[in-house]
């Protein structure tokens, strides 16, 4: 069974539309994050969250917007889109945040378009 | 400002052979080293890390070997098998876990 799920696997929008993308994890751990990858930017951190706490942020715009309602739910919400945020977004987790032995798990990512 | 930098962007190597990959950073206070290996169309998943405590991690046929000094590493696959052909990202992280990740190296190993 799949220990972090991610909705939906693929999902095309429209210009100016909001969409959100779904993140579930299994695995019991305390923390998770969000990640881009794109062809110009490989693989790039945006959020993590610790205990349901938003605790790093590193994505300049704040049409990015994610949303926990769950110790293991990470959802990412985005407005306004734009072509240039066509990329697959990747839902991590790990056992919590900064611990000496803290693997990250990614999620099979959710691949966006933007038309 | 990049954090890590990997090279080469792709290698190519025959089946048998010892690949090398190379990984930089610039943050000195970075103190875990994953690399992640990525298949097409999949998530990436960690193959093997490293701690500044240790100048070298072996994993089978992977090894890191750790260079703090010049701020370098490098995995190296020895007896490199066809199925070892992925994109092989190094990344570093802080006590915050956030973790910055290299632009890749594409291997591919010819039979």
């Known amino acids: 069974d799949p220990k972090i799920i991610q909705k939906p696997k693929y999902l095309v929008a429209v210009t100016g539309s909001e969409k959100i993308l779904i993140c579930e994890q299994y695995l019991g751990h305390n923390a998770m994050y969000w990640y881009r990858q794109s062809a110009k930017k490989p693989l790039e951190f945006m959020f993590s969250?610790?205990?349901?706490?938003?605790?790093d942020n590193q994505t300049a715009s704040s049409r990015f917007q994610p949303q926990s309602s769950k110790k293991n739910h990470l959802d990412l919400q985005i407005t306004a889109l734009k072509p240039d945020d066509s990329a697959t977004y990747f839902c991590a987790s790990s056992q919590d945040r900064g611990g000496l032995q803290d693997t990250q798990y990614f999620g099979p990512g959710t691949r966006l378009l933007v038309l | 400002q990049q954090q890590v930098r990997q090279s080469p962007q792709s290698l190519t190597v025959w089946e048998g052979e010892t690949a090398i990959l190379n990984c930089s950073y610039e943050?000195?206070?970075?103190?875990?080293f994953p690399w992640y290996w990525q298949f097409p169309r999949e998530s990436p998943a960690l193959l093997i890390a490293i701690r500044p405590v240790s100048n070298k991690k072996e994993d089978g046929r992977f090894t890191i070997f750790f260079n703090k000094r010049e701020k370098k590493l490098s995995l190296h696959i020895t007896d490199s098998q066809p199925g070892d052909s992925a994109t092989y990202f190094c990344a570093a992280t802080s006590n915050y876990n956030v973790l910055y990740f290299g632009s890749g190296t594409k291997l591919t190993v010819e039979p």
């Open positions: 943050d000195s206070t970075f103190d875990y």
């Open positions: 969250y610790s205990y349901q706490k938003l605790m």
